[in-house]
């Protein structure tokens, strides 16, 4: 009920009226690095299912945030991942809190956006600072849902993951999500 809810608030900002499943959740963070120095950001966390995953799979050592835009959501990951350091601020900033963390650079960025509700100017806006915030070898993972493939606005992410990455490739659809749904997995 509370997506349903947020859904209802802000349709657009929230995407979807239920969180994604666990299917899901194990594919985008399949290659979660194990390094201790490496760096992972998760954007847009919901009530935290891919931030679980992240915190399961990468090194204790290593740097991990979450940036989340929804107050009420930040809140919902906190509770659900204690250990896990969250800011109520849009992925539109991401350079300034890697730079709090002394970073310029990060090597994953898990997307949980919801890209084809978005404006063409907020997918571009957010991109390029995706694109400015990742190492040459950084990779970007994002989902995106099957249905939603029939929209512009999907058409047009597309387009610009393309533009802004050297090598963009679709996993299997994950028909156990609710609306099936698969995954990009962007190369700088
Ligand atoms: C479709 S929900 C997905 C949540 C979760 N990752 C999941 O898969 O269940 C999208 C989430 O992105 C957040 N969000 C939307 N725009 C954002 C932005 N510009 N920066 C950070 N988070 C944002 C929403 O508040 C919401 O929690």
Same mark, same amino acid.
């Given at each position: 009920?509370?997506?349903?809810?947020?859904?209802?608030?802000?349709?657009?900002?929230?995407?979807? &009226?239920?969180?994604? *499943?666990?299917?899901?959740?194990?594919? =985008?963070?399949?290659?979660?690095?194990?390094?201790? *120095?490496? +760096?992972? &950001?998760? !954007?847009?966390?919901?009530?935290? &299912?891919?931030?679980?995953? =992240? /915190?399961?799979?990468? @090194?204790?050592?290593?740097?991990?945030?979450?940036?989340? =835009? @929804?107050?009420?959501?930040?809140?919902?990951?906190?509770?659900?991942?204690?250990?896990?350091?969250?800011?109520?601020?849009?992925?539109?900033? !991401?350079?300034?809190? !890697? %730079?709090?963390?002394?970073?310029?650079? +990060?090597?994953?960025?898990?997307?949980?956006?919801?890209?084809?509700?978005?404006?063409?100017?907020?997918?571009?806006? !957010? /991109?390029?600072?995706?694109?400015? *915030?990742?190492?040459?070898?950084?990779?970007?993972?994002?989902?995106?849902?099957?249905?939603?493939?029939?929209?512009?606005?999907?058409?047009?992410?597309?387009?610009?993951?393309? $533009?802004?990455? *050297?090598?963009?490739?679709? %996993?299997?659809?994950?028909?156990?999500? =609710?609306?099936? $749904?698969? &995954?990009?997995? +962007?190369?700088?």
């Amino acid at each position: 009920m509370d997506y349903l809810r947020e859904f209802i608030k802000n349709p657009k900002r929230t995407g979807s &009226v239920m969180e994604s *499943s666990q299917e899901l959740a194990e594919l =985008i963070t399949k290659n979660i690095p194990s390094d201790p *120095s490496s +760096c992972i &950001v998760e !954007l847009g966390s919901g009530q935290g &299912v891919f931030t679980e995953k =992240i /915190l399961q799979k990468m @090194n204790k050592e290593a740097t991990f945030f979450v940036l989340e =835009i @929804n107050p009420f959501f930040a809140k919902e990951t906190a509770t659900r991942c204690p250990d896990a350091t969250i800011y109520t601020d849009s992925g539109v900033n !991401l350079k300034h809190y !890697l %730079s709090q963390h002394n970073i310029t650079h +990060c090597d994953t960025i898990i997307s949980g956006l919801p890209w084809a509700s978005f404006k063409k100017n907020l997918q571009k806006e !957010l /991109l390029t600072e995706i694109r400015g *915030s990742m190492k040459k070898e950084g990779e970007f993972y994002a989902f995106a849902y099957l249905h939603g493939m029939l929209l512009p606005s999907a058409a047009h992410f597309r387009k610009l993951l393309d $533009t802004h990455f *050297s090598n963009v490739k679709k %996993s299997k659809v994950i028909w156990k999500n =609710i609306p099936p $749904t698969f &995954v990009y997995k +962007c190369r700088a």
